[in-house]
Nanobody, 124 residues
Framework: QVQLVESGGGLVQPWGSLRLSCAVS????????AGWFRQSPGKEREFVAG????????DYADSVNGRFTISRDNAKSMLYLQMNDLYVEDTAVYYC?????????????????WGQGSQVTVSS
């Protein structure tokens, strides 16, 4: 049974940094593309960043490009999201997910396994 568990969320001041981690078990992580999504109250879940199975290809939402970095360690079955220069607008529940799609997708429907979410709150 596949399981994704996020950690590393919390409260941070504007312009601060956080690193989210996602531990994947129950499947061969290196066979899957992966991504991070986020959801704020009253809004749809939105794509944040994606990474190919090898780590060679990444994609970022315009709103986080240049501030966030997605990475993975296939040997440890871990996915990461380094978030720098955080804005209040980055406040959301962040989810990690894996996808068997051929390409790195921004479509939530292309991801078939999800974590439970980790709250990130950016506030002074």
């Amino acid at each position: 049974q596949v399981q994704l568990v996020e950690s590393g969320g919390g409260l941070v001041q504007p312009w601060g940094s956080l690193r989210l981690s996602c531990a994947v078990s129950g499947r061969t992580f290196s066979n899957y593309n992966a991504g991070w999504f986020r959801q704020s109250p009253g809004k749809e879940r939105e794509f944040v960043a994606g990474i190919s199975w090898s780590g060679d290809s990444t994609d970022y939402a315009d709103s986080v490009n240049g501030r966030f970095t997605i990475s993975r360690d296939n040997a440890k079955s871990m996915l990461y999201l380094q978030m720098n220069d955080l804005y209040v607008e980055d406040t959301a529940v962040y989810y990690c997910a894996t996808s068997s799609s051929f390409y790195v997708s921004r479509d939530v429907n292309e991801y078939d396994a999800w974590g439970q979410g980790s709250q990130v709150t950016v506030s002074s």
